[in-house]
């Protein structure tokens, strides 16, 4: 049945895909401007919205900062470059000025919007003053600097710091779309000169990544990630100045719409995953604006395609609304959850696909959750607000064409789900009710250690009853620090194993991984991964002849493992567990526990007593900064940065082939001790004798899972 349906909704895909494959952009722009921000004929909609309708809080909460706090905001001058802006030649101090650069940009156009938008509303001339003064000032700053002769004009050049220019070049030229009519020749001239060499420079430095050989769900050509998220405004950019920079704008839209249309996006396909993780599907917010421009002209691929249908579910299946972690980079001291502005996102998504599942979800937001809401909370602290309130108002004010949809009880969708574009399973207890679920996530990728993803080929997460229990150790500081490179980026920080000290390469697509069963029975949910390739990237030429791991969710209660690794000569094996806070180990019983604030884990290996080395350990290899630790920098992060705490178990003796059964037990009272054990009979049968009276007698083969 399951085959089935899976050919059904390929086929399914392949239709729309194929339709909306012959869709030309441009038959669809409309004939005059604005065709961004709030498009040409909406604009007395979009003040009845803001005024008496929906978007009225909103409204209010931006233009009350707007009148408090930003309108004798100052231009900023030109920011100066700071030495070479390699990531590899950052420390955390260059890192703060690399993220003063975009701050600063960030405070201009959003100052530029909101001014912009307000103005829109009332017609009142002081802020339309201060949406030219920051549009047309920041049309003067240099491009191209020359650093290596010092501190000089420029850094907010893509080719400098394409962060800051990103923030500028995707809504400067939207607001200059909503103003063209109000400037004069003479600053039409001045605005547009500076435009098109900024859109030439960041046109060509995203072609220069090969994005056009890009492929939808691929790494056969390699991808960056920047140039991927900047490519929306390309699009936007090319249709707020289609009139203006005719030869260059229609380019440029023409190689975002065809982008978006056929290619889109290359770290996920129609399952809706996306390969570098969680933290980084938020990037979907920058291309999801350029989805709700083509809703706003009525373009037929907007959020059309099976990726944009089906995308909301990574979230709703792998965030959690409390803090945990995730597999992939996490700025968050290591650290993700359903944040507001996921939520917010999440209920677009909802009404633009009348999905009543991705509202429920949204719901589930922390009402504790210290973040506000970026469709409530006015300009904010503008610099770090991304996307900001403006863009949501416009955002919410576009997907309001669409009927409210009704909440649906995430109860009623299956407890599992399979992310076959990307490698990832994930498994829930009570889908929608995380103070009672059980949740596991299990990887192995096709996308292998390349951009933001890890060395994590056949490992997993498991989080419980509010908290995580078995976690991945994934602190990032900033981008390439001697933490995040000597850890985050190493398998011994996962919860996986290591064959003789070493695990996969780092940032290599070669290192792939391979999910090649997912099976659903009346008492299980069953996975098995194959890690051999990732595995073979650091040892010699064809010494690895296997590495899989099965992983069975029984009963929705608790998990059992088989590691099979067989080399071609004799290894050790080392089995890795991470958590939190405390964890413990006990060589007789074969027990490991890892304890939470509330809840906790006990870990049972299935062998003979005796056969392990063990390690414990609650500190890194390479420290996280101190900086950071105390606060100093970066001081946003909701989460504590803090040193985790690892189990490695080794094997005594060497073998050329090791079979480990484990079975892991999440508690929902740390105080409750699990009496759980688990043995192997003569049979090769796993005996678990569980903590509510029961015994399961358990086969688990390459072809069957029985379980008695």
């Known amino acids: 049945m399951f085959r089935h349906l899976f050919i059904r909704l390929a086929a399914a895909s392949f239709t729309i895909g194929s339709c909306l494959a012959q869709t030309n952009g441009f038959e669809h722009v409309p004939a005059s401007g604005p065709r961004t921000m709030v498009?040409?004929?909406?604009?007395?909609?979009?003040?009845?919205?803001?005024?008496?309708?929906?978007?009225?809080?909103?409204?209010?909460?931006?233009?009350?900062?707007?009148?408090?706090?930003?309108?004798?905001f100052p231009h900023p001058e030109d920011p100066l470059t700071y030495g070479d802006p390699e990531p590899s030649k950052r420390d955390s101090f260059k890192t703060d000025r690399w993220?003063?650069?975009?701050?600063?940009?960030?405070?201009?156009?959003?100052?530029?919007?909101?001014?912009?938008?307000?103005?829109?509303?009332?017609?009142?001339?002081r802020y339309l003053d201060k949406a030219k003064e920051f549009l047309l000032t920041s049309t003067d700053w240099a491009l191209d600097p020359d650093w290596r002769s010092g501190s000089v004009?420029?850094?907010?050049?893509?080719?400098?710091?394409?962060?800051?220019?990103?923030?500028?070049?995707?809504?400067?030229?939207?607001?200059?779309?909503?103003?063209?009519?109000?400037?004069?020749?003479?600053e039409k001239e001045r605005v547009l000169d500076h435009f098109r060499e900024r859109g030439e420079r960041t046109v060509r430095w995203i072609r220069r990544s090969n994005i056009s050989g890009l492929k939808r769900n691929s790494l056969e050509v390699r991808p960056s990630s920047h140039p991927v998220r900047f490519m929306a405004m390309v699009g936007l950019t090319g249709l707020a100045l289609w009139d203006d920079?005719?030869?260059?704008?229609?380019?440029?839209?023409?190689?975002?719409?065809?982008?978006?249309?056929?290619?889109?996006?290359?770290?996920?396909?129609?399952?809706g995953g996306w390969a570098e993780g969680n933290a980084y599907w938020r990037g979907t917010f920058e291309h999801a604006g350029f989805q709700d421009i083509l809703l706003a002209i009525g373009d037929p691929i907007a959020y059309n395609l099976p990726f944009w249908k089906n995308t909301g579910y990574f979230a709703l299946y792998n965030v959690q609304p409390y803090l945990h972690t995730t597999f992939g980079d996490v700025s968050n001291a290591g650290h993700f959850n359903l944040e507001p502005v996921v939520a917010d996102y999440m209920n677009h998504l909802g009404r633009v696909h009348q999905n009543g599942y991705f509202v429920s979800y949204a719901a589930l937001l922390d009402p504790n959750e210290p973040r506000e809401s970026p469709s409530l909370m006015g300009m904010g602290k503008l610099a770090r607000t991304y996307p900001t309130a403006g863009e949501f108002l416009i955002r919410n004010f576009i997907g309001s064409?669409?009927?409210?949809?009704?909440?649906?009880?995430?109860?009623?969708?299956?407890?599992?789900?399979?992310?076959?574009?990307?490698?990832?399973?994930?498994?829930?207890?009570?889908l929608g009710d995380p103070d009672n679920d059980i949740h596991i996530t299990f990887k192995s990728s096709p996308y292998g250690s390349f951009s933001h993803s890890h060395p994590d080929q056949n490992t997993f997460i498991i989080n419980g009853y509010g908290e995580g229990l078995a976690i991945n150790s994934a602190n990032r500081e900033f981008h390439r620090s001697p933490h995040h490179k000597q850890w985050?980026?190493?398998?011994?920080?996962?919860?996986?194993?290591?064959?003789?000290?070493?695990?996969?390469?780092?940032?290599?697509?070669?290192?792939?991984?391979?999910?090649?069963?997912?099976?659903?029975g009346d008492r299980y949910m069953w996975t098995t991964g194959d890690a051999k390739v990732a595995y073979q990237?650091?040892?010699?030429?064809?010494?690895?002849?296997?590495?899989?791991?099965?992983?069975?969710?029984?009963?929705?209660?608790y998990v059992v493992l088989r590691d099979r690794v067989e080399t071609d000569d004799e290894s050790h094996l080392s089995w890795l567990l991470h958590g939190e806070m405390g964890m413990g180990w006990q060589n007789l019983d074969q027990r490991a526990r890892i304890e939470g604030e509330k809840a906790a884990l006990t870990a049972v290996l299935a062998t003979k007593p005796f056969t392990w080395f063990a390690a414990v350990s609650d500190k890194y290899p390479a420290p996280i900064d101190p900086r950071y630790r105390s606060k100093e920098t970066y001081a946003w992060v909701t989460a504590e940065w803090q040193d985790h705490v690892s189990l490695t178990l080794t094997t005594r003796e060497p073998s050329t082939a090791h079979t480990v059964f484990s079975v892991l037990w999440p508690e929902p009272d740390r105080k409750s001790v699990a009496d759980v054990s688990a043995?192997?009979?003569?049979?090769?049968?796993?005996?678990?004798?569980?903590?509510?009276?029961?015994?399961d007698i358990i086969t688990l083969s390459d072809k069957s899972l029985i379980i008695e």
């Open 245 to 271: 920079l005719p030869e260059q704008a229609r380019d440029w839209y023409d190689f975002a719409y065809k982008f978006y249309r056929d290619q889109f996006s290359p770290f996920g396909g129609d399952a």
């Open 39 to 72: 498009v040409a004929g909406q604009h007395e909609a979009f003040r009845i919205y803001c005024l008496e309708g929906a978007g009225k809080e909103a409204f209010d909460r931006i233009k009350s900062d707007l009148d408090n706090v930003y309108m004798v």
């Open 679 to 695: 043995k192997m009979d003569e049979q090769g049968r796993l005996h678990v004798h569980r903590p509510d009276g029961k015994t």
């Open 488 to 520: 985050t980026w190493q398998t011994k920080s996962k919860n996986g194993i290591l064959i003789d000290g070493e695990g996969q390469e780092q940032q290599d697509k070669t290192a792939t991984g391979e999910i090649t069963r997912f099976e659903v």
């Open 401 to 430: 064409r669409f009927p409210a949809v009704a909440p649906a009880p995430l109860s009623e969708l299956p407890p599992y789900r399979f992310f076959d574009d990307i490698g990832l399973v994930s498994m829930h207890s009570a």
């Open 153 to 186: 004009p420029g850094a907010t050049d893509v080719y400098y710091n394409d962060e800051g220019n990103f923030r500028l070049w995707r809504k400067l030229p939207l607001v200059y779309d909503q103003l063209r009519d109000q400037l004069t020749p003479a």
């Open 99 to 125: 993220r003063a650069v975009q701050d600063l940009a960030g405070n201009i156009a959003g100052i530029a919007e909101a001014a912009t938008l307000v103005w829109i509303v009332t017609g009142e001339q």
């Open 537 to 557: 990237t650091r040892q010699p030429e064809g010494r690895v002849q296997r590495v899989t791991r099965d992983l069975v969710f029984i009963d929705r209660r």
